[in-house]
């Protein structure tokens, strides 16, 4: 049983250029969480995401900033325009459709590097 | 203020040492997890301690979780220079947004 897979393991953009990051889920879950961690910090909660639906994006900056997860495929968290500020490692998080549990299963991440 | 708070923020040890860290929270949780971040790599899962635990063990890892002080520890027995990473706990406290403390550095000399 394959875990949480995220794609790119790294990833380098230009200012201004778009970053596309991909989280498929662990096999049975269908709740998706990005969390994003800057240097020397812990991980800070992002967006929360169901099949076609998002739950809470309450930890997503107003601008730039983008989820889906959507009926095929993997979870997508893109940002538009980077600008340096946005260099962090990405991770995404998922966990089964359990009424009342929300043990999530931490992915690799995905590390940003904005030049 | 974060909900995790890993005391010490960062340690050095000898190896064969053992080495113990503390995450300290608010409010009250379903369970807590221990993660370990090797430098500029991704998180890998150490254990899991729910809420109607007091210790679990993995290995050469030892876990503590005591409710009423709202804190939870982390032994790791007979150190390794491999050991060392920063190591994290994260409370779920009943809902979706898992809260992660700043971490504690581990630094195991050979």
């Known amino acids: 049983n394959a875990g949480v897979m995220q794609n790119p393991r790294h990833l380098v953009r230009r200012r201004g250029q778009e970053a596309r990051l991909r989280c498929s889920p662990m096999?049975?879950?269908?709740?998706v969480y990005w969390y994003r961690q800057l240097p020397e910090e812990g991980l800070k909660f992002m967006v929360y995401?169901?099949?076609?639906?998002?739950?809470?994006e309450s930890g997503m900056p107003k601008e730039r900033f983008s989820a889906e997860f959507p009926k095929e495929g993997p979870s997508i968290l893109r940002i538009q325009q980077v600008v340096r500020g946005d260099s962090a490692a990405y991770f995404c998080?998922?966990?089964?459709?359990?009424?009342?549990?929300?043990?999530?299963?931490f992915g690799p991440g995905t590390r940003l590097t904005v030049t | 203020s974060q909900q995790g708070e890993e005391d010490p923020q960062a340690l050095s040890i000898q190896e064969g040492e053992n080495a113990t860290m503390n995450c300290s929270y608010k409010?009250?949780?379903?369970?807590l997890q221990w993660y370990r971040q090797n430098s500029g790599r991704g998180l890998v899962h150490l254990i899991l301690?729910?809420?109607?635990?007091r210790e679990k063990h993995s290995g050469r890892l030892r876990v503590t979780l005591d409710t009423s002080k709202k804190s939870s520890s982390l032994l790791i027995t007979a150190s390794r220079a491999a050991d060392t990473a920063s190591y994290f706990c994260?409370?779920?406290?009943?809902?979706?947004?898992?809260?992660f403390g700043t971490g504690t550095r581990l630094k195991v000399l050979a």
């Open positions: 301690i729910r809420s109607n635990e």
């Open positions: 995401l169901q099949k076609e639906n998002i739950i809470d």
């Open positions: 994260a409370t779920e406290t009943g809902t979706y947004k898992y809260i």
């Open positions: 096999k049975g879950h269908s709740h």
């Open positions: 409010t009250s949780i379903n369970n």
């Open positions: 998080a998922s966990s089964p459709p359990r009424a009342g549990s929300y043990e999530q299963y």
